[in-house]
Nanobody, 123 residues
Framework: QVQLVESGGGLVQAGASLRLSCAVS?????VGWFRQAPGNDREFVAA????????YYADSVKGRFTISRADAQNTVYLQMNSLKPEDTTVYYC???????????????????WGRGTQVFVSE
């Protein structure tokens, strides 16, 4: 069973930055970040392939967020800059062993999920 643990969430003002971390208990997995507000569907944010060579971003975060991975530490990061109040929600990381493709933006592709970390961006 693959385990994922998110950290790095918190309360910041609009325009500030946060870096989320996702510790993954296994290697060679594609990893994605999603977010979900109460009553809403889980929304894709970013994903990185197991090799780190391929990356997807949601249009809403493109240019502000950067996903990266440090395989020596089995950790995937989400650097979030220029945060907006609408970025406020719980962020989850997830892992998938499926072949990389455009479907990687779908939550259904990911078999393993962390418990989430809360991000709150004030005005």
């Amino acid at each position: 069973q693959v385990q994922l643990v998110e950290s790095g969430g918190g309360l910041v003002q609009a325009g500030a930055s946060l870096r989320l971390s996702c510790a993954v208990s296994a290697r060679n997995l594609n990893v994605g970040w999603f977010r979900q507000a109460p009553g809403n569907d889980r929304e894709f944010v970013a994903a990185i392939s197991s090799s780190g060579d391929s990356i997807y971003y949601a249009d809403s975060v493109k240019g502000r967020f950067t996903i990266s991975r440090a395989d020596a530490q089995n950790t995937v990061y989400l650097q979030m800059n220029s945060l907006k109040p609408e970025d406020t929600t719980v962020y989850y990381c997830a892992a998938s062993s499926r072949l990389w493709g455009t479907w990687t933006t779908s939550p259904s592709v990911y078999a393993f999920w962390g418990r989430g970390t809360q991000v709150f961006v004030s005005e």
